[in-house]
């Protein structure tokens, strides 16, 4: 499903998304919604991900989230809580070491772009260690959230979404900064198709689990064992059918932790597969995993 080809309609796309939410969501909130809706959108556009991606995560400052929908912060902070229990965002605080202290600089937020289906919303562990911004230098420059409402919040006009406020936040900029695209990476969302395994249309498991394990192996930098990782996906797709458990959030952990310490150095030759594979071990679902029986529970890929 193409949401949208320009980021001229990205706004018009994200209204059309959110209009799915009109009995489940105030209006406020759902503005609130569509305002980070098109922010995933232009996001995803610029980073190049694949039309299918269901979740878009990026750092911005509630400030600006507020100046673009056109509200007080306070709304924002308010208004999460609605939309995390609709599973539709999950923002989190982002911190950094300034002057030697530890600052909150920002949050990181995940934005589902499906509200019909698919995995609530989540903030994997990864993107909260990445560093997006140099406070130092955005204080001396005047680039701070702050500065950005002494600026804008007078003269808003509230019934105009002005996504210019954020997207200076979640998209790149031409000097790195406030943030650098290095803290981004395509195989990083990717990943986040395990979560839309258990939940996606039975016709379309098999093209989606084998392009999460796919993404798996560029992940743990271990092309030979895809067929293992399907096997995996496969495994736990069938326990979650059966009401046995759900544990393809654990599974994104491990992953992305087995990431970090193969980037750290911490894996041998860099392959990060023997790690994962080891740790998976360990886990009390992988032997019932690897019970479960050789019977498709989707349709065969084309």
Not at 132 to 157: F, H, K, N, V, W
Not at 171 to 187: C, E, I, Y
Not at 189 to 210: G, N
Request: hydrophobic share 40%.
């Amino acid at each position: 499903m193409v949401l949208f080809e320009t980021t001229d309609n990205a706004l018009d796309a994200a209204h059309a998304i959110a209009l799915r939410t009109a009995e489940t969501l105030s209006d406020t909130a759902r503005k609130i919604y569509t305002v980070l809706v098109a922010t995933g959108l232009e996001v995803s556009l610029e980073r190049q991900y694949s039309p299918k991606v269901t979740q878009v995560v990026f750092f911005a400052c509630a400030e600006s989230v507020a100046l673009a929908v056109g509200v007080h912060p306070s709304t924002v902070y308010r208004k999460l809580p609605e939309l995390r229990q609709a599973g539709l965002v999950h923002a989190v605080g982002h911190f950094c070491t300034h002057n030697g202290r530890t600052r909150l600089d920002g949050s990181v937020w995940a934005v589902r772009l499906t509200p019909t289906w698919g995995s609530a919303a989540r903030v994997p562990f990864d993107f909260l260690k990445k560093q997006y911004r140099c406070l130092g230098d955005d204080i001396e420059a005047g680039r701070t959230a702050y500065q950005q409402m002494r600026e804008s919040y007078p003269t808003r006009d509230k019934l105009e979404i002005r996504l210019d406020h954020i997207l200076r936040w979640a998209l790149s900029t031409p000097d790195k900064n406030p943030v650098t695209f290095d803290s981004r990476t395509t195989k990083r969302v990717d990943l986040e198709l395990i979560f839309d395994v258990p939940s996606v249309p039975k016709q379309d498991r098999a093209e989606t689990i084998f392009k999460a394990a796919k993404t798996m192996s560029a992940v743990l930098n271990d092309s030979r064992s895809t067929r293992f990782y399907m096997a995996v996906l496969w495994g736990l797709t069938k326990l979650r059918d059966r009401g046995a458990g759900d544990y393809f959030g654990t599974l994104h952990t491990m992953i992305s932790r087995c990431a970090a310490d193969v980037t750290e150095g911490w894996a041998r030759d860099g392959n990060g597969g023997a790690l994962f594979v080891s740790r998976l071990k360990d886990a009390p679902f992988f032997d019932e995993v690897m019970r479960q029986p050789l019977i498709r529970v989707g349709n065969r890929l084309a």
